[in-house]
């Protein structure tokens, strides 16, 4: 399968800092991206959408201005936590499709701990 | 609003046990259903189904997609302490997964 590469895998940070998270499509061109957040022994809740150019789709009760999503290119998203709280301590994984595939590549996650 | 719903929760079997894993759906217009296997960290990609009543195989899995139902499930036979993980079940295009079914097995 194709590879998505999530870029870091752990990252503790102090409460009220922003975290950027990287997520890259290696070796195809990712037309779609999708970040999740997953609570332990939970299953994946879709957080957003985005579409290279566009600005990303939130889910309900997604805040946009806490989450700030970017992808500026077919092999680039990233996921900003801003002004982290320790709520926001969470597993972070995104997943790529391409343009013509409907199954989607997942990368490896980031745990992000806030203290 | 879209919903996806897996069952059982939680699953412990023996090796050799053979376990049928359930994904049903209400949701409106998808292009296909995706089942993927999360051990630690990622999920990896196991099928796709677009179509329904066309069983897809690939070793000691199976797996198949009933639209008139809204349903799908997937089959492990001969189950091995290797296939303990989570199995999700996803839908296109806005991948939403559903709880997931947390497999067990023991030797």
């Known amino acids: 399968g194709a590879v998505v590469s999530q870029h870091p895998s752990r990252v503790i940070c102090k409460s009220g800092t922003s975290v950027k998270i990287e997520c890259r499509s290696l070796d195809f061109q990712a037309t779609t991206m999708f970040w999740y957040r997953q609570f332990p022994k939970q299953s994946l809740m879709l957080m957003a959408t985005s579409n290279e150019g566009s600005k990303a789709t939130y889910e309900q009760g997604v805040e946009k201005d806490k989450f700030l999503i970017n992808h500026a290119s077919l092999t680039l998203s990233t996921l900003t936590v801003t002004s982290a709280h320790p709520e926001d301590s969470s597993f972070y994984i995104c997943s790529a499709r391409g343009f013509l595939g409907t199954e989607a590549f997942f990368g490896q996650g980031t745990r992000l701990t806030v203290v | 609003e879209d919903k996806v719903v897996q069952s059982p929760l939680s699953l412990v079997v023996h090796e050799g046990d053979t376990v049928t894993l359930n994904c049903s759906y209400e949701?409106?217009?998808?292009?296909?259903l995706l089942w993927y296997k999360q051990e630690k960290k990622a999920p990896t990609f196991l099928f796709m189904l677009?179509?329904?009543?066309i069983e897809k195989k690939s070793g000691r899995l199976s797996s198949i997609l009933d639209k008139k139902e809204l349903f799908s499930i997937l089959n492990i036979t001969a189950t091995q302490t290797g296939d303990s993980a989570v199995y999700l079940c996803a839908l296109t295009d806005k991948l939403i997964f559903g709880t997931g079914t947390r497999l067990q097995v023991f030797p």
């Open positions: 677009t179509s329904s009543g």
């Open positions: 949701v409106t217009n998808f292009r296909s």
